[in-house]
């Protein structure tokens, strides 16, 4: 548990709209009596540089107020969600490669039912053929195929 100015700064969040929707977001408790805050009617106020919050009548700053959980908006959540999804796009474009050079196989083959056995074999004449590289790295490449 991290105190929420703490978390603000570290998030890099500054923008009145987005602090608002981070603490609306958030499990928050109390520094000090651990009681939890009820965030979702939370208002905000910012006067020189310090950030209060308003829960109910409780009146606090920043500093006392303790983040348990960021919740499912929260920007780290994002974040994740996003290096999960660049990881799916990252696989997708490797079977979408995958695919085209079979297709482009079928059309120098002129064959119109692909045979993976042909093509493993076209594969491995096309690596023996590549000059520039070393015979440890063909034999990878055609070992990886013989999988």
């Known amino acids: 548990m991290k105190p929420l100015s703490t978390v ?12 608002i929707d981070f ?22 106020t910012y006067s020189d540089s310090t950030a209060n919050f308003t829960f109910g009548s409780a009146r606090l700053y920043a500093a006392d107020i303790l983040v348990v959980n960021t919740g499912e908006n929260s920007l780290e959540n994002f974040k994740e969600k996003i290096k999960k999804l660049d990881n799916e796009i990252k696989k ?18 002129g064959s119109e039912k692909f045979n993976d056995n042909e093509y493993r074999a076209y594969i491995a004449i096309q690596t023996m053929d ?15 195929l013989i999988k």
Do not use: C, P, W, Y
Not at 30 to 39: A, E, M, P, Q, W
Not at 92 to 108: G, H, W
Not at 130 to 143: P, W
């Open 92 to 109: 997708i474009n490797e079977e979408k490669q995958d695919i085209e050079k079979k297709i482009n196989f079928l059309k120098e083959s």
């Open 23 to 44: 603490v609306r977001n958030a499990e928050l408790i109390r520094k000090g009596n651990k009681s939890k805050l009820d965030s979702k009617d939370a208002r905000f």
């Open 8 to 19: 603000l700064r570290e998030e890099n969040i500054t923008k009145r709209d987005e602090v």
């Open 130 to 144: 590549k000059e520039n590289l070393s015979d440890f790295e063909k034999a990878k490449i055609i070992g990886d």
